[in-house]
């Protein structure tokens, strides 16, 4: 599986946009790039993911570099509901299962 | 719409005791499912995994066992539950196949604490 990389935490002013870095160097080409959250004592929510292109959703943007050792998550207008654990996950296909290995995650501070 | 289903939401059992926490899914056929666990303060560990019933995938050696009867519904079991079993406990399922663009939908969590 590759690897990612993610700051520990992170601050945001509420209203302002969130970026969120993500380091995937070992990627494969067909890997794809997920993001979830998770909201203290939730199960993790889905975000956006992407292969390729860059991705937009109702949620977020998902800017991935032209190389893909990188991803950047924007949350453009962050809310106070926003403050969680965000996991930048690059999935595995193992034997029809996919599965999603999830590292430490960067914990989003959304500052009123 | 697809719902997953997750019980109990919290659970409070001594050690030595058995345990079971049950998962189910509506409104798909054929799901994978997964099994996650999350100790306090740390990130997710997958468990378990099933593309099939009867078929379990193990990820790492532990206290635990699982099992998927049915379908759509996957059991988390230890015959005798460890101070360190405690932890969050997040049951998910994905679409089957290597299909593109399909991530994980989680449950609510069973927040087990082991006394």
């Known amino acids: 599986d590759a690897k990612t990389t993610q700051p520990t935490s992170m601050d945001c002013a509420e209203g302002r946009a969130a970026n969120l870095p993500c380091n995937h160097s070992t990627i494969s080409g067909n890997e794809y790039v997920y993001w979830y959250r998770q909201i203290h004592s939730q199960g993790p929510q889905y975000i956006i993911h992407g292969l390729k292109n860059n991705e937009t959703n109702e949620m977020a943007s998902l800017i991935i570099t032209e190389d893909r050792k990188s991803s950047t998550l924007i949350l453009p207008h962050a809310t106070l509901r926003d403050t969680a654990v965000y996991y930048c996950i690059v999935r595995a296909v193992i034997q029809g299962a996919q599965k999603l290995v999830f590292g430490q995650g960067t914990r989003l501070t959304i500052n009123p | 719409s697809q719902t997953i289903h997750q019980w109990p939401a919290t659970l409070v059992q001594p050690v030595g005791s058995p345990l079971s926490l049950e998962c189910t899914v509506e409104?798909?056929?054929?799901?994978?499912l997964y099994w996650y666990r999350q100790a306090a303060g740390r990130g997710l560990q997958l468990l378990f995994y099933s593309v099939g019933i009867g078929q379990i995938s193990s990820e790492v050696p532990q206290n635990l066992s699982a099992s998927r009867p049915q379908d759509r519904q996957f059991i988390l079991s230890s015959k005798k539950l460890l101070l360190s079993d405690s932890g969050f406990y997040l049951c998910?399922?994905?679409?089957?196949?290597?299909?593109?663009?399909?991530?994980?939908?989680f449950g609510s969590g069973t927040r087990l604490t082991v006394v």
């Open positions: 998910a399922w994905s679409r089957q196949g290597a299909s593109r663009g399909f991530g994980y939908t």
């Open positions: 409104g798909t056929s054929n799901p994978n």
